[in-house]
């Protein structure tokens, strides 16, 4: 039996490996990707066929403040690719002054996050349906590599409420500059496992500044 | 289509050919950056470079392709929880010790390229289009936004629409 990694598309082929893979250890991770051993689905024949329905509505046309410092963002890293140092600066700023307007959890929730970020994966398949009906092509591609980019951070939140920050402590934490996937280790990979960009665009993540 | 050289300083590996062929000499600054005001787009310092560091871009851009009201109000669901999922975990990050704050910090960036994707994706992909212009212009008619820094806003719609009349 084959085995897939839901994140990178690595398979654990049992016939090569020689261990049957309900019988790998609780930590074992992806070697591709580094997701957990939860992240694994039986290699599937033919396609799942029903997609669950979301009903999406028009009061999403509605951005909030936070998706509006995204959307600066985005057009920030459009203007940096074309080479124009202004225009970028002037969107990251932008960016920056809806951040401060977007509303603040009162309180610090992991299980909160986890769940919104469960939800959020939940909600890919039906996301794609549409895309896929409309023949949108670049939505699609986009949402292959955020569900699978979803997929990891869902499972670090996750992990997170399990086991606490310990599997963080003696390393680095890596995202990809390019489609966001997150990656625990002391070097950054060689390669991003989801979209394939060399590590150099690979950003680890600063420790608190300590006064 | 009138173009222009640019370079990418990560790629450049100062073998200096464009300096070689370049006919206005707009490629020999200082800092680097092209000249382009004296680059004329022949595209001789692109084909000369070993290193591939120059490419050239036009002036104007083609129309976007179209979207589907139906999937930019998909993508737009998504994005909202993107968002939340952002909020949430710099909030988290504020409360934490080491090793979950930059846990955190790192989910808080993953959610935001995927936001800042989805958007692209969404018919923002480019800042000189029509939309990227109706966005800017009516933002600053929202009155949840009636402190939004104004100079900001122009000096964006300046520079990045210089034909318009208004």
């Known amino acids: ?211 | 289509m009138k173009r222009y050289a640019v370079r990418n300083l990560r790629m450049c590996t100062k073998d200096c050919l464009c300096l070689f062929v370049c006919p206005t000499g707009a490629t020999d600054t200082e800092n680097s950056v092209i000249d382009k005001t004296k680059c004329i787009g022949c595209g001789a310092c692109a084909d000369a470079c070993p290193a591939k560091a120059i490419s050239l871009v036009p002036y104007a851009y083609p129309p976007q392709q179209p979207k589907t009201p139906q999937v930019i109000t998909a993508l737009h669901y998504l994005g909202r929880s993107k968002a939340s999922a952002e909020s949430a975990a710099l909030r988290l990050a504020e409360a934490a010790g080491d090793g979950m704050y930059r846990l955190m910090k790192g989910i808080a960036a993953s959610e935001r390229i995927l936001g800042a994707d989805l958007m692209r994706e969404a018919g923002y992909m480019l800042p000189q289009s029509e939309n990227t212009r109706a966005f800017l212009q009516n933002i600053q008619h929202d009155p949840d936004y009636a402190d939004l820094p104004a100079d900001t806003v122009n000096r964006l719609l300046e520079l990045l629409y210089p034909d318009d009349t208004e």
């Open chain 1, 1 to 211: 039996m084959k085995s897939v990694c839901q994140v990178c598309g690595f398979v654990y082929d049992e016939t090569v490996e020689k261990i049957p893979f309900s019988e790998l250890p609780d930590d074992w991770t992806c070697p591709l990707c580094g997701a957990g051993k939860q992240e694994f689905a039986a290699e599937k024949k033919e396609p799942e066929s029903i997609v669950p329905q979301i009903e999406f509505g028009e009061e999403h046309l509605k951005l909030s403040a936070g998706q509006l410092s995204a959307l600066c963002a985005n057009l920030s890293r459009a203007c940096e690719k074309q080479y124009l140092a202004e225009e970028a600066d002037l969107f990251k700023q932008l960016g920056e002054y809806f951040a401060s307007k977007a509303p603040v959890p009162a309180d610090a929730d992991a299980d909160e996050l986890a769940a919104i970020l469960r939800s959020d994966l939940a909600a890919y398949p039906a996301v794609r349906a549409v895309t896929d009906a409309n023949a949108d092509r670049g939505a699609a591609r986009s949402l292959v590599w955020g569900e699978k980019v979803q997929r990891m951070v869902s499972s670090l939140a996750d992990r997170f409420l399990r086991e606490g920050a310990a599997f963080t402590k003696d390393t680095e934490v890596w995202v990809c500059t390019a489609c966001g996937f997150i990656w625990i280790g002391d070097e950054a990979p060689e390669q991003c496992p989801v979209c394939k960009v060399p590590s150099w665009k690979f950003e680890k993540m600063q420790g608190r500044k300590t006064a």
